[in-house]
Every structure is written in C-alpha cells, then in structure tokens.
C-alpha cells in the first residue's frame, strides 16, 4: 500500500516561491503516475499538474503553466512541485496523489476518481 506524506506548504507574499514535496512509501510507487491538486475554500478540488511514471512526461492545468514545475525522483520516491510566481489565487491546500488504477501508463489523467491515494495536504497562502 502506498503512502503519502505532503511537507513544503507555508505563507509566502506574492510573486515569492515554495517548493512542495510528497514522500511516497511502498515499492510500487515508480510505477505509476503522480498528480498534484488543489483545493481552496469553498470550491471543488481541481488538478494542478500532473507526471508519468518515467517523468517524461508532465502536464498543467492552464492557470499555473509557465510557473510551476512538477518533477520527480523515483530513487527517493519523491515528487516535487516547485510553484513560481505565486498568486493569491494559488491559495489552497495542495494534495499529492497516485494513479494506481493501471501502472506503467502514457497518459497523465485529470480526473479526482482516477486517484485512489491521497495525501493529508499541506496549506499553500499566498498574501497580497
């Protein structure tokens, strides 16, 4: 079963940077692809960026393309999202998330149902 513990959240100003991390347990964890979401008060959880289980392959939901990079270290059985730029339209708590539904795919999915394991999340604020 795998396991995931999210760290790196915090209070930054605007235009300032963070640097999350999602530590993953289990063996099994290079095998599939990783998401990153967001969910900021009173609105639904949505997906932020997300990466295969090479880490070839990346994609971004359009508000934050061009400021934040997911990447991952399947020796450390990490994933990172280093966000840039920061908004106050970024604040939200960000969950790290593993599509065990099939491993070894192509295709970096969108959809909440497509993750099964979630993390406990990590507060992101961002100040005017």
């Known amino acids: 079963q795998v396991q995931l513990v999210e760290s790196g959240g915090g209070l930054v100003q605007a235009g300032g940077s963070l640097r999350l991390t999602c530590a993953g347990s289990g063996r099994i964890f290079s095998s599939y692809n990783m998401g990153w979401f967001r969910q900021a008060p009173g609105k639904e959880r949505e997906f932020v960026a997300g990466?295969?289980?090479?880490?070839?392959?990346?994609d971004y939901t359009d508000s934050v393309k061009g400021r934040f990079i997911i990447s991952r270290d399947n020796a450390k059985n990490t994933v990172y999202l280093q966000m840039n730029s920061l908004s106050p339209e970024d604040t939200a708590i960000y969950y790290c998330?593993?599509?065990?539904?099939?491993?070894?795919?192509?295709?970096?999915?969108?959809?909440?149902?497509?993750?099964?394991?979630w993390g406990q999340g990590t507060q992101v604020t961002v100040s005017s």
């Open positions: 998330a593993v599509d065990t539904l099939a491993p070894f795919i192509p295709t970096i999915r969108r959809f909440l149902d497509d993750y099964n394991v």
């Open positions: 990466i295969s289980w090479t880490g070839g392959r990346t």
